[in-house]
C-alpha cells in the first residue's frame, strides 16, 4: 500500500510513503458464497486480518459470519454474525466517531457517519460481539484505563460487560435506531459494581448527558441505573439509583427516583433536569435525607470529625442552573426543614458542609472556652437539632435553628453564602442553669426574631441574664471571626429582681 495515505485514527492511520503489506484472497465456497481472507501489515505482526463467509448471490454482498482482528490473534468464526477482537494500547472511540461522520458526507451533512453504519449493517458487517483490550479508551470525552469489555448485539439492543479502572459491570442500550439521518436508543439500563467519578470526569459526564445539548436531533433515552459503589469527586456516596423518563416531545429528564444509601445515611429524590423557558439547564429536586448518623456522614463527606452521633431527617426543596451532578451555589433556590437527634459537635476546624454551615457550631467550643468552659471543654452534646432555612440565589437564611444541649441551648438567626463560603450569624446561648436552657428552647418565637426574644427572655427571666451570652459570627467558614455581643440593658427593677 506504499503511496497510499489512510486518513483515519489511531492505529489505522497511514502516510503515503509508510510500507503496509496487503494480502487479499477471495475463494468461491458454494453457488452463490464465497470466503474472503484480508491480511494488512507484516507476517508476524498483522495490523489487521479477517475472515469472511459471504453470500454473492445478490446483488450486492451479504456477509454470513465472520471474524475480525485489530492488533490481536484472529479469533475462530462464531455460529453467526462477526467477532470483532482487538487489543491496541489506545483506543480514541470519539476521534472515530467524528472521522466516520465525515467520510464520504458533505460538511453539511452530520449524519453521514450514522449512514455509513447504516449501511455496514445492512451488508452484515457491523460487529455483533466485540471484544476489546486497552491500555487507555477515550469515548464521550472521558478516558477510561485499563479497559476489558465484550460487546455484543442482539437486533437493535446492544450490551456492554465492562472492566477497566474507574467502573465495572453492565450497561445495555436498548432499541438502538443508526438509521439514515439520525440516531436513538430508546433506554439505557446499567448495571455496575462500582462508578468512580473525579471531578474532572464528572464535568465531562454532565456534558455528555446534557439533555439540552445538540436539542433537535436526537430523543432522549429513558434511564436506569443502578450502581453499588458510587465515588463522586472521591467522596464515597454508597449505592446509586436512577430510574428517569422521557415526556413526550420534551427535551428533558422526569426523574421517577434518585436514591443514594449508605450505611450513614439514605437521599431519596425526584424532580426533573431538563431547560427552562430561557433555555438554560435546571435541576429541580424534592428530597428526603434520612441520617442514621451525622457524624460518619460528615467524614464520609470528606469534612473530618465535626460531629459523633447524631439521627434525623433533613428534606425539602431544591433548585440550581446545571446538572445534579454538579450544583451550581449561586443560582441555587429552595427551602429545608432539619430535624436532628442525640449527637455531640465535636472539636474541629470549620468547614463543616455547605448546607449545615449556616449552624457554624463546631466553631463554637473552641472560641467560647473563656467564657463556658466547664460547657464546651469536650465539644457540644446535644439531643435535638431543629430549624428550616430558605435559599435563595445561593443565600441560605433561617430564624428559627435550634440546639437542645445537655449543658445548654443555642438558638441561631442569619445567613450564609453557600458560594462564597461566609456567614453572618448572631447566636444566643444559654446554660443549663435552674432549666433555663430547656425553656429558652421551648419559648423562643421565631416571628419575633431572636434580638427581640432575647430582650423578652432577659425580662422575664433576669437572674438567667448573668449567664446567657450573645455572639456574631462572621467572615469565612474556614476562619470565622466570633464577637460577643453586649446584652440589652434591664431596667433596673428587673435587674434587682
Known sequence: LQGLALDLPAPARKEADAVLPLR?????????????????????????????????????????????????????????????????????????????????????????????????????????????RTQALKVGGRALGRVQAQIARDGSNWRLDLDAEHLAGRIELRGVNMSRGGSQVDQVRARLTRLQLPKQEADSVSQLIDPTANAGTSPLPALDIEVDDFELRGKRMGRLEVQAQVPAGAREWKLDKLLLSSPDATLSASGRWGATLSGRRRTELDWKLDVVDAGKLMERLGQGQVLRGGKGQLHGQLGWTGSPLDPHYPSMAGSLNLQLDTGTFLKAEPGVGRLLGVLSLQSLPRRLLLDFRDVFAEGFTFDGVTGDVKVDGGIARSDNIRIRGLQATVLVDGSADLAQETQKLRVVVVPEVSASASLAYAAINPAIGLGAFLAQWLLSRPVSAASTREFLITGSWDDPKVDKLDKPELPASAASK
Open 24 to 132: 487479499l484472497l477471495m475463494t468461491p465456497t458454494a453457488s452463490g458464497r464465497d470466503e474472503l481472507r484480508l491480511e494488512i501489515g507484516s507476517t508476524a505482526a498483522p495490523l489487521l486480518q479477517a475472515q469472511l463467509q459471504r453470500d454473492v448471490s445478490g446483488a450486492s454482498s451479504r456477509v454470513l459470519r465472520g471474524a475480525i482482528a485489530l492488533q490481536d490473534r484472529l479469533p475462530a468464526l462464531p455460529a453467526t454474525g462477526v467477532l470483532l477482537q482487538a487489543s491496541t494500547p489506545q483506543l480514541d472511540l470519539d476521534a472515530w466517531q467524528q472521522r466516520l461522520a465525515a467520510l464520504g458526507t458533505p460538511a453539511a451533512t452530520p449524519a453521514g457517519g450514522l449512514d455509513e453504519l447504516a449501511d455496514l449493517s445492512q451488508a452484515g458487517l457491523l460487529p455483533s460481539q466485540i471484544l476489546l
